[in-house]
């Protein structure tokens, strides 16, 4: 039985693999200071003999009992609402905390996975985004105390793999939606539900013409699972292919709630990027993995969820 760390395991992204982890017979280790977590993410595995939850800021040392097989470094706020209340707490969890959690794997001899991010592109200058593009980002705006941490920690990655034979893996995540998302997450999508589902205007920034690209968390969860144990130590990117424009996306959020509410532009925010698309070449190639939920499909999964969670709100 593998045992297997997982850093912000109780945020959106994390408990997902708390529960993948655990559904492939692991013994899961989840490790979350709560910031921007919620142990109501996993607190329907706290019956499993196979989980432990341990409360704890990853920006200091940190100690776990016994062997550790994986460790999948998620800590991080992920969102621009919560970088931009935590510029200070963002920058540290992507620095000390990644330099915290590859010394364990180093301890350990564990094999090390980072969540890194599409914004270490920033405001691209290329269109889809390579592994091998460099990006075009602002380290003084107000978005870059994320870009520049997730930078630092994919460099930092890189010298515990070069210098000291670490087994590190990256993943570079592009935007990703599913269940367990929080209502005021101040991303695209969950805003766009909230907003639609409590009878409130869609807030569009810009004119909606600026893109992205939307990943169901299933799909994004199976293809950190199969990185973790390829052999490629360089950035890969898991996302979905499929682009589409900000305003696109309210208008289908629109007709799946089947929501009479109508949309409101704004101004948009500083350094927000343009285009966001991935080329997802690498990752076909090396892990044999791509996206298999589509948008469409992917909003009708999540609806009885933000309807759930507008409900209990009082939206």
């Not at 991303?187 to 205007?201: C, H, I, K, V, Y």
Request: aromatic fraction near 10%; charged fraction near 25%.
């Amino acid at each position: 039985m593998e045992r297997t760390l997982i850093t912000g395991g109780a945020g959106f992204l994390g408990s997902h693999l708390c529960d993948f982890f655990i559904s492939k017979g692991h013994e899961v280790i989840c490790m979350d200071n709560l910031l921007t977590g919620d142990v109501d993410n996993v607190a329907h595995l706290f019956g499993n003999k196979r989980f432990r939850f341990i409360e704890h800021d990853v920006t200091n040392f940190i100690y776990v009992e016994g062997r550790i097989d994986n460790i999948l470094h998620f800590a991080s706020p992920a969102s621009p609402i919560d970088y931009l209340r935590l510029p200070i707490q963002t920058l540290k969890v992507g620095s000390l905390g990644t330099h915290k959690a590859l010394g364990l794997a180093k301890a350990k001899g564990a094999r090390f996975l980072l969540a890194s991010t599409s914004e270490c592109y920033g405001d691209p200058m290329e269109h889809p985004q390579s592994e091998d593009y460099w990006g075009n980002v602002n380290p003084v705006g107000p978005r870059g105390v994320y870009d520049e941490a997730k930078r630092f920690a994919e460099a930092m990655t890189m010298a515990y793999h070069r210098y000291h034979g670490v087994k590190t893996r990256i993943v570079r995540i592009f935007n990703t939606y599913g269940p367990r998302m929080r209502l005021n997450d101040g991303r695209a999508l969950p805003t766009f539900m909230r907003q639609a589902l409590s009878g409130e205007d869609l807030t569009v920034f810009g004119d909606g013409s600026q893109t992205r690209s939307f990943c169901y968390v299933d799909d994004l969860v199976d293809g950190i699972y199969r990185l973790l144990y390829s052999e490629e130590a360089l950035p890969v990117n898991l996302g979905n292919p499929s682009e589409m424009t900000v305003g696109e996306l309210a208008e289908k959020v629109l007709k799946v709630c089947g929501s009479k509410s109508r949309i409101q532009f704004k101004e948009l925010p500083a350094d927000d990027p343009r285009v966001r698309r991935p080329d997802i070449a690498k990752a076909r190639r090396i892990l044999g993995w791509e996206p298999k939920v589509q948008i469409d499909a992917g909003l009708n999964l999540v609806l009885e969820y933000f309807r759930a969670k507008c409900s209990k709100s009082g939206g």
